[in-house]
């Protein structure tokens, strides 16, 4: 919270004044200061979320397998209730099956920061 950052900036400028360590020249000018630079923040931000897409993903490739031509990976990029559904992967280890999905990215090196998934199993 910004006013409880300034509190604790005043107050420890307060016990070095107090002590006789230091003087401030912008003690006055320091919330004015802190308030400016949370504007200069949002603002940053806001030029960056408009520079870079919200999604990666440009489009669906493939996907491991696929049990209906409806049901094709790129039913994965919209929010809507067309889905993608695979046949499963037959294991002979008695482990986990392994299915995946390929995404072409919006650039050669992209930093990944979180993956959403929404899983259903059907009976």
């Keep these: 919270n910004l006013r409880d950052r300034v509190a ?3 107050h420890i400028r307060q016990q ?3 002590r006789g360590l230091l003087e401030f020249c912008d003690d006055e000018d320091d ?7 949370a504007k200069s923040r949002k603002a940053w931000q806001r030029e960056l979320t408009s520079m870079y897409p919200t999604s990666l993903i440009v489009a669906a490739i493939g996907a491991s397998s696929t049990d209906h031509p409806l049901q094709h990976v790129s039913n994965t990029l919209t929010p809507d209730s067309e889905f ?3 046949t499963g992967s037959p294991s002979s280890t008695g482990s986990a099956a392994e299915e995946s999905l390929l ?3 919006a650039s050669p090196a992209c930093c990944v920061k979180y993956v959403r998934l929404a899983v259903y199993r059907a009976q």
Excluded: N
Excluded at 31 to 37: H, K, T
């Design 31 to 37: 919330l004015r200061a802190i308030e400016q630079e």
């Design 8 to 10: 604790i900036r005043q």
């Design 84 to 86: 993608w559904s695979s």
């Design 103 to 105: 995404y072409a990215l």
């Design 16 to 18: 070095m004044r107090q």
